[in-house]
Structure formats: C-alpha cells, structure tokens
C-alpha cells in the first residue's frame, strides 16, 4: 500500500505563487507516475500536471500551461503554482500510480483511473 500526504496548501493573491508538496510512502518501488488533480466546489476533479519516472516525461492540463510546473524529488511531488487566477481556486489532490507510456499500450496521464492511489487533498483559494 501506498499513502499520500500532501501540503503547502493556502490563500493566495490573484498573480501569486503556491507551491504543493506530495510525500509517498509506504510501498512506493511499484509507483511510475505521480500527478495533480483539482476539484472546485460542484465540479468534476480534473488532472491538471501528471509527471512519469521523476521527469522523464511531463504532462499538463491547457489551462495550466506556462504558470504551472510539476517535480518530483525521490518519493515527493512537487507542483509550482505561478501566476495564478482565481479560477486555480480548488482542492488539489496528489495522485500515484504504476502506469505510464509504455510502448503498445494506451496511457491517459490526467485521467483519474490511471491512478491507484489518492491523498486527501489541500485547499487552494485565490482570490
């Protein structure tokens, strides 16, 4: 089994900066693929930055294009939140799973069901 916990959740200025964290661990070997999802209020939870082998390769929503930038350090997950507007305002939930673009095989990184594991979510407002 794996957990997630993440953090560096907050308010912040419409123009600001965030930066979340995401700390596996647990049985973490079997994890190929980490990423970011975010839920407003009433809406649907969309993957927004998804991020396979540490950095081999990075994936990102449109949306968060140029303001946005996924790491990841070991066993933790990084998302960089620049220039953010007030529609960023969510919860932002971590994500692992085991898949990734393996050749002959078809791989959705910002999709929910690629992922086996969840954390709990951190708050963001911008305002």
């Known amino acids: 089994h794996v957990q997630l916990v993440e953090s560096g959740g907050g308010s912040v200025q419409a123009g600001g900066s965030l930066r979340l964290s995401c700390v596996a661990s647990?049985?973490?070997?079997?994890?190929?693929?980490m990423a970011w999802f975010h839920q407003g209020a009433g809406e649907k939870r969309e993957g927004v930055v998804a991020?396979?082998?540490?950095?081999?390769n990075t994936y990102y929503a449109d949306s968060v294009k140029g303001r946005f930038t996924v790491s990841q350090d070991k066993n933790t997950a990084y998302l960089q939140m620049d220039s953010m507007r007030p529609e960023d305002t969510a919860t932002y939930y971590c994500?692992?799973?085991?898949?990734?673009?393996?050749?002959?095989?078809?791989?959705?990184?910002?999709?929910?069901?690629?992922?086996?594991?969840w954390g709990q979510g951190t708050q963001v407002t911008v305002s």
């Open positions: 994500a692992a799973g085991f898949l990734g673009p393996v050749p002959g095989l078809k791989f959705t990184p910002l999709r929910q069901y690629e992922y086996n594991y």
């Open positions: 647990g049985y973490t070997s079997r994890i190929n693929s």
């Open positions: 991020i396979y082998k540490g950095g081999v």
